[in-house]
């Protein structure tokens, strides 16, 4: 391959780099947009993932049918789900925040699940022993020790929603997602090239800051190996 179309000479080069500097204006909108639309949906999943969580580490009653059924809402394509929610919600913000926060919920009650079921009996005991009230033992002893599944959850749904926020260009959204809608139906590389990196990019640098502020808030990880 000629150097050329690779270092970016003319449009028909994988990066045309004159093409960056005159779209700076859509490139810094379109990487918000896909940082809104992820931490709304995963702080609108987390909100009801906990709760529901908590409910269903108390009861298996409500394990039995809340798993099953943010796993199944998981397993519907994304272009189904929106193309569902477009006659009830019509285009926009709406539908995309609803669909990413339903597929964050399978990740997130899974794992603040899995984070609450392994808090030890013995440390229950001891908590129960010591006169906590269920809702203390809960806030002071069992979220706090389940802290290291809640965030592995959060740093997972995260990195999921980045890359499901590029299929939501069908409701006008998208994010970076329009970049590689453009650079696809133009046949032109360039957009599709910069929506790709900038994608990976966000979901790296993300993952890599949850990742620190999961050994911010939980300090005796590192205390105890």
Do not use: C
């Amino acid at each position: 391959m000629h150097p050329a179309v690779v270092l970016g000479s003319n449009a028909n080069s994988w990066i045309w780099w004159a093409w960056i500097p005159d779209h700076q204006h859509e490139i810094y909108a379109y990487l918000r947009e896909h940082m809104v639309l992820t931490a709304l949906s995963v702080a609108y999943g987390f909100v009801i993932s906990l709760p529901l969580a908590v409910l269903a580490a108390r009861r298996r009653a409500v394990a039995a049918i809340v798993v099953p059924v943010v796993n199944s809402i998981y397993t519907i394509p994304s272009v189904a789900l929106l193309g569902l929610l477009l006659p009830v919600t019509g285009t926009g913000r709406e539908p995309a925040v609803i669909a990413l926060t339903l597929y964050s919920l399978a990740i997130l009650v899974r794992n603040v699940l899995e984070g609450l079921r392994g808090v030890s009996d013995d440390v229950l005991d001891a908590a129960d022993g010591m006169g906590y009230t269920r809702w203390r033992r809960l806030l002071r002893v069992e979220l706090p020790l389940a802290l290291p599944a809640i965030v592995a959850g959060i740093r997972l749904a995260t990195v999921s929603t980045i890359g499901l926020v590029t299929v939501t260009f069908i409701v006008d959204q998208g994010g970076l997602g329009r970049f590689i809608q453009d650079g696809y139906q133009r046949d032109f590389h360039t957009p599709l090239v910069v929506g790709i990196v900038l994608s990976v990019a966000l979901a790296v640098v993300t993952d890599l800051l949850l990742v620190r502020a999961e050994r911010a808030v939980t300090p005796w990880r590192k205390l105890s190996r």
